[in-house]
């Protein structure tokens, strides 16, 4: 069984161009990531090849397996040693001032549980958790790119998952 994707999507008072230049500019994920405390630099050159620590020192990579330039990336993102979800990222033009930003998660990375205990896990907590993340995430990304200013770790609400 293949979890369906959560996603979040935001409108964002910038143009395209200006949101796409931003999230794909080395670390710019400790700029507007809520829960984001370091972002290594990207080490591939038309691509994403990188390591996320969160706020309570969780560490994820990051390996983008598609890249359409100007309008999203597909990566896999998750611990080094366990499966890997499925994320991806996509800018849609409104017009010359504006634009939507999706990003949508498939959990495989609790393709480990087993399968009983993984359905529950998905209806009650994960589906739950991973919404309120990406909201929170592109909620960071909207303020950043429209103000021009990192955000502020404290200003989001706490997540279980990669707070202390």
């Given amino acids: 069984m293949t979890p369906k994707a959560i996603s979040s999507t935001r409108q964002i008072r910038v143009p395209a161009q200006v949101l796409w230049e931003a999230v794909t500019k080395d670390h710019h994920l400790e700029?507007?990531?809520?829960y984001i405390r370091r972002h290594s630099k990207n080490t591939n050159s038309q691509g994403i090849s990188d390591v996320i620590?969160?706020?309570?020192?969780v560490t994820f990579t990051r390996e983008s397996t598609a890249w359409m330039q100007g309008t999203g990336y597909d990566l896999?993102?998750?611990r080094a040693d366990e499966p890997k979800n499925k994320v991806q990222?996509?800018?849609?033009?409104n017009d010359s001032t504006s634009c939507q930003l999706t990003i949508s998660v498939i959990p495989h990375a609790i393709i480990s549980i087993p399968r009983i205990l993984r359905t529950l896990a998905l209806k009650l907590i994960?589906?739950?958790q991973v919404a309120l993340y990406l909201d929170a995430v592109t909620e960071g990304i909207k303020k950043w790119v429209e103000s021009g200013d990192p955000i502020e770790k404290g200003a989001f609400r706490k997540h279980a998952w990669f707070c202390p």
Avoid: K, T
């Fill in 31 to 34: 700029a507007c990531h809520p």
């Fill in 53 to 57: 620590v969160y706020l309570n020192e």
């Fill in 89 to 93: 990222w996509r800018i849609v033009s």
């Fill in 126 to 128: 994960v589906r739950r």
């Fill in 76 to 78: 896999l993102v998750g």
